[in-house]
């Protein structure tokens, strides 16, 4: 079992460019947690999912930022015409069922806006 | 509100030497709380939770209501332990973590 798989690991883009940030969770795992790392701050939630449904997104910024976790596939964290604050770790965990917080994490895609 | 906060961003001790990284919540409810480590290019990886009651890698963490603390004690540090650690925080019913900022352990040798 390979874990949480996030990919790519480092992304760099340009002001104004989309991001798209994937995570594929630990097999057996139906539940995905996303996560916002900023410079110099602890990991700030953004967005819970289960399959085909969004069941959280109170940490989720209104406008731009958009998150999936389709019946196949891997969940997609999407960021449209992104800003150089956006520059942050983002970090995707699973979970089997509810877990209340004793997820399995990714590794992190590390996001640099330009 | 729920909130964590881990006063110290950085901590240096001996090996050896007791370490106890501190903790405190703001939660009106019941919470759970965690500590989560991640180790220099490691992921972040669940230490303890306060649940389990257990001792992990020699480290223990006791949930005090009063004081609305849950700091994480080892009474001797070794080099291994050199890591960032994060309190975390899950209010009743959800799912969602609220982290601290963290603290880098340092153990010198």
Redesign the interface.
């Known amino acids: 079992n390979a ?2 798989m996030q990919n790519p690991r480092h992304l760099v883009r340009r002001r104004g460019q989309e991001a798209r940030l994937r995570c594929s969770p630990m097999k057996g795992h139906s ?1 995905v ?1 996303w ?1 916002r790392q900023l410079p ?6 953004m967005v ?1 999912l289960q399959k085909e449904n969004i ?2 997104e ?2 989720m910024p209104k406008e731009r930022f958009s998150a999936e976790f389709p019946k196949e596939g891997p969940s997609i964290l999407r960021i449209q015409q992104v800003v150089r604050g956006d520059s942050a770790a983002y ?1 995707c965990a699973s979970s089997p069922g ?11 895609t590390r996001l640099t806006v330009v | 509100a729920q909130r ?1 906060t ?1 006063p110290e961003k950085l901590l240096s001790v001996f090996k050896g030497a007791p370490v106890e990284l501190k903790c405190n919540y703001s939660y009106s409810g019941s919470p ?1 709380l ?1 500590w ?1 480590v991640q180790y220099s290019r490691q ?4 230490l303890l ?1 306060h649940i389990s009651r257990e001792s992990i890698k020699g480290f223990t963490a006791d949930l005090n209501k009063g004081e609305t603390s849950f700091h994480l004690k080892k009474p001797f540090a070794q080099e291994e332990d050199s890591a960032m650690y ?1 309190c ?1 925080l ?1 209010g009743q019913g ?9 603290t880098r352990l340092t153990i010198n040798p």
């Open positions: 874990g949480v539940h947690y996560y110099e701050e602890g990991l700030k939630f819970y069941i959280d109170s940490g970090f509810q877990a209340r917080g004793g997820y399995t994490f990714g590794s992190g | 964590v881990q759970e965690f989560y992921r972040l990886q669940l939770r994060y975390a899950s959800a799912q969602k973590l609220v982290f601290g900022q963290g």
